[in-house]
């Protein structure tokens, strides 16, 4: 078991990483994730993970503060609402999927100002 929570929290590491590019992926919940499976079963790669500068950052903030930099939620909402705006105008002629693109923007942005602001 101690070895499926590695890989799980390795993959959720490489995707939170994927994240910091891609604005559909959340960063700091699937860290946040590393995090909760390495600690189950690494102390060694949950103290690597809580300890690296960019990072451990994510997640101590958050874990401490349970708060977003402001510079944070501006790139996220701004990436997502570029992102499936494009997807609603590009990828669809079907107005009912539009609808759904925009809708889902909506509730991620919500979600994402929902948290107190870092500052």
């Not at 401490?64 to 990828?91: D, G, Q």
């Amino acid at each position: 078991m101690k070895y499926i929570l590695i890989v799980l929290g390795s993959l959720s590491l490489v995707l939170g990483v994927i994240g910091i590019f891609l604005p559909l992926i959340p960063t700091t919940p699937l860290l946040l994730l590393s995090a909760a499976l390495y600690i189950r079963s690494s102390e060694k790669l949950y103290l690597w993970l809580i300890n690296q500068k960019h990072l451990g950052a994510y997640i101590r903030n958050f874990r401490e503060n349970k708060a977003i930099p402001l510079r944070a939620k501006i790139i996220s909402v701004s990436m997502v609402w570029i992102s499936l705006s494009y997807c609603a105008i590009t990828i669809s002629e079907s107005v009912i999927i539009k609808i759904i693109f925009l809708l889902l923007a909506t509730a991620i942005s919500l979600h994402i100002l929902s948290y107190k602001t870092l500052k």
